[in-house]
């Protein structure tokens, strides 16, 4: 048991172990703000990316062989838009590589 555990267990109230805890660490509301509001950023960029990818499948889906409706894919329409994604990606990928 470290030493940190055993002074936590001795203590009477949890007042003083929160106190003690914030003592060491001692974190304000800003900080605590700020790596919350990172983490947010960080996740909402990696759903974006998903639905992103996601996209040219809902598109896809919903105008393939749909005659019914003004916007329709055939096969041909459908393929290229499913590659459209992958290519700018490629694209992307070789403009950061450049710039770096």
Do not use: P
Request: glycine share 4%.
């Amino acid at each position: 048991m470290s030493l940190e555990a055993e002074k936590l267990e001795g203590l009477n109230t949890q007042n003083e172990a929160v106190t003690i805890i914030k003592s060491r660490y001692n974190y304000s509301r800003r900080s605590a703000f700020a790596q919350v509001l990172a983490t947010l950023i960080q996740n909402w960029l990696l759903i974006e990316i998903g639905l992103d990818t996601a996209m040219t499948t809902m598109v896809i889906g919903a105008l393939h062989l749909n005659s019914a409706e003004a916007l329709s894919m055939n096969d041909e329409q459908a393929s290229w838009f499913g590659k459209l994604y992958k290519f700018g990606k490629l694209c992307s990928n070789k403009r950061r590589n450049l710039n770096s």
